[in-house]
C-alpha cells in the first residue's frame, strides 16, 4: 500500500527575546511532538521581530539563542526544518504580491496592530501594518495544512486563509487553505500580574513572566508573587483568573486535570499551591536549560543546522513563489 504523504506543519517565533513559559505551552512544546506525525517547518520570524525597534547586535544574538532554544525544546532537525526568515528571501517575494491582494480595511481590524501601535506610538511603521502579509507568506509559501500557534494569533490565521481564498477565486488552485492548531489548554497564558492580559515577553514588569531561562529561585519567587484573589480556594472560575492561570500552568506541566489538581490542594491555601507550582515548571525546563547551554557553546553545529534548514525551506520555497510570479502575469527570466 503506498504510505499516505504526511500533511505539513509551518509555525513561527519572533526572536524578541528570551521565549516565556506562555510561548512554550502555547505554541513550541506543540511543535515537538508534532514531529513524527507531520512534516514540519519552524522559522524564526527575524523579519517580523524589527516591526518594532531593535538594536542589530542583539536582534542576531538573539536569532542564535532563539535557534538554540527551540532545539532544546525538543525541536530534531533530522526531522524538521529549522531556519531564519531573512534567509529564505521567497517570503518577501510572496509577501508583495500577497499585499496587493490584502484589502487596507482587513489589515486595520488586525487587534495586534492596533494593540502594538498604541503601545509604541512614536514608530508605527508600514511594517508593522503588513506584518499579517508577510506572515501569510510564510505559510502560504510552502503550502502548510497546518499552523499551531497560541490563541493570539488566531486572528492572523483567519486572514491568512482568506487572502489564500480569494487568490485562489481569482488566479485558480494555488495555496493550500491552512488550518489553525491550538492546544486543548493553554492557549493562552496571562501574565502573572495583570491576569486579564496574555503573558508577552515585552512586558516591562519581570515579575509578569516566567522565561524558559530563568534560574529556580527566580522561577519560585515570580510564583509567589503572581497575583491571586482574596478568597484562598485553588479552584478554576472566571472570576479567579489569577488562580485559574496558575492552575492552567501546573496542568500543563503535570497533566492533572482540573478536578483533580482542586483535590490536591483542598484547604491547603494558596502558599502550598504556589510553591508546587513552581516545582512544577522547574522540573520541566531545567533540562531544557541544560541543553540550551550545550547547544550554544557549539556555534559551529547550530549554523550548520540553520544553513541546511534555509537551503532546503528556499528549494521549497523559491517553486511556491515562482509559480505565483507567473500567476499573476510576471515576466519570466
Ligand atoms: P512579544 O511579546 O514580543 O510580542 P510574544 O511573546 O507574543 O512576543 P511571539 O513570538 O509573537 O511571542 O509568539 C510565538 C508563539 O507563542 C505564537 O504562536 C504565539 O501565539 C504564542 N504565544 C505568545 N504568547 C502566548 C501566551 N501568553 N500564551 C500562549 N501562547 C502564546
Ligand atoms: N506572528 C507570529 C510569528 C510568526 C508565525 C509565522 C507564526 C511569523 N510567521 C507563520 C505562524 C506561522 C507570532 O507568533 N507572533
Not at 477565486?169 to 492546544?183: D, I, K, L, Q
Request: hydrophobic share 40%; proline share 4%; aromatic share 8%.
Amino acid at each position: 500500500m503506498e504510505e499516505q504523504k504526511k500533511k505539513r506543519i509551518l509555525s513561527g517565533i519572533q526572536p524578541t527575546g528570551t521565549f516565556t513559559l506562555g510561548n512554550y505551552i502555547g505554541a513550541v512544546r506543540n511543535w515537538g511532538q508534532l514531529q513524527d506525525e507531520y512534516e514540519c517547518i519552524y522559522m524564526i520570524a527575524n523579519l517580523h521581530a524589527i516591526t518594532l525597534r531593535q538594536e542589530p547586535a542583539k536582534l542576531r544574538q538573539q536569532t542564535r539563542e532563539a535557534a538554540a532554544l527551540l532545539l532544546a525544546c525538543g525541536i530534531d532537525p533530522a526531522k524538521s526544518l529549522v531556519f531564519v526568515q531573512s534567509q529564505v528571501p521567497a517570503h518577501t517575494q510572496l509577501s508583495w504580491v500577497l499585499s496587493c491582494n490584502t484589502q487596507f480595511g482587513e489589515l486595520s481590524r488586525m487587534t495586534q496592530f492596533k494593540d502594538k501601535s498604541a503601545k509604541h506610538a512614536d514608530n508605527v511603521n508600514a511594517g508593522l501594518f503588513t506584518y499579517p502579509v508577510l506572515m501569510a507568506a510564510d505559510i502560504l509559501i510552502y503550502g502548510a495544512d497546518l499552523v499551531p500557534v497560541g490563541a493570539d494569533q488566531k486572528q492572523h490565521l483567519e486572514l491568512t486563509r482568506n487572502i489564500a481564498e480569494r487568490f485562489n477565486g481569482v488566479y485558480g488552485p494555488t495555496f493550500t487553505v491552512p488550518e489553525g492548531y491550538f492546544p486543548k489548554q493553554g492557549a493562552r497564558i496571562m501574565s502573572l500580574q495583570e491576569p486579564e492580559r496574555k503573558m508577552s515577553k515585552s512586558d516591562e514588569n519581570v515579575n509578569a513572566f516566567i522565561l524558559l531561562l530563568d534560574e529556580p529561585d527566580v522561577i519560585l519567587r515570580k510564583c509567589k508573587r503572581a497575583v491571586t484573589d482574596s478568597d484562598s480556594r485553588v479552584a478554576a472560575s472566571p472570576d479567579k483568573p489569577g488562580v485559574t492561570n496558575l492552575m492552567t500552568i501546573y496542568s500543563s506541566m503535570t497533566g492533572k486535570t482540573f478536578d483533580e489538581i482542586e483535590r490536591e490542594f483542598d484547604g491547603r491555601g494558596y502558599g502550598d499551591f504556589k510553591i508546587a507550582v513552581a516545582e512544577s515548571v522547574i522540573a520541566e525546563l531545567s533540562p531544557i536549560q541544560r541543553e540550551y547551554k550545550r547547544l550554544l557553546a557549539d556555534r559551529a553545529y547550530l549554523e550548520e543546522v540553520l544553513k541546511t534548514g534555509a537551503e532546503t525551506a528556499g528549494r521549497i520555497a523559491r517553486r511556491y513563489a515562482d509559480k505565483v510570479y507567473k500567476k499573476v502575469g510576471m515576466l519570466q527570466l
